[in-house]
């Protein structure tokens, strides 16, 4: 995967198409990742402990990762990313517009 939690990106697609949001939990399995206000469903929601309501609620619906584009910290455009090895040797994701480190 390409993105990661707390990564902001750039949606590519969908009805949220053009909005910026944090990855708040990312599904590597199915290649998803669930971005803050991004994609949001309303779900029926029986009275829990953290929605003693129940009722109506609306949550965050999983996107596949090709719909997202991460967010450069750098240069603030949405981009590819590559990788690079840092001096010390860790393997970190590389911005392919500014060539930034994406830690
Ligand atoms: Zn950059």
Redesign the pocket.
């Known amino acids: 995967m390409h993105v990661k939690k707390g990564d902001l990106v750039k949606v590519l697609a969908g009805k949220d198409k053009g909005k910026q949001g944090k990855i708040i939990r990312s599904l590597p399995k199915e290649s998803r990742v669930v971005v803050e206000k991004v994609n949001l469903i309303k779900k029926h929601q029986k009275p829990t402990q953290k929605y003693p309501q129940g009722g109506i609620i609306a949550m965050e619906a999983p996107l596949h990762v090709s719909n997202v584009m991460v967010i450069?910290?750098?240069?603030?455009?949405p981009?590819r990313t590559g990788h690079k090895f840092l001096d010390n040797g860790k393997k970190v994701r590389q911005?392919?517009?500014?060539?930034?480190a994406?830690e």
């Open positions: 450069c910290p750098s240069c603030k455009k981009t911005c392919k517009r500014c060539g930034a994406i």
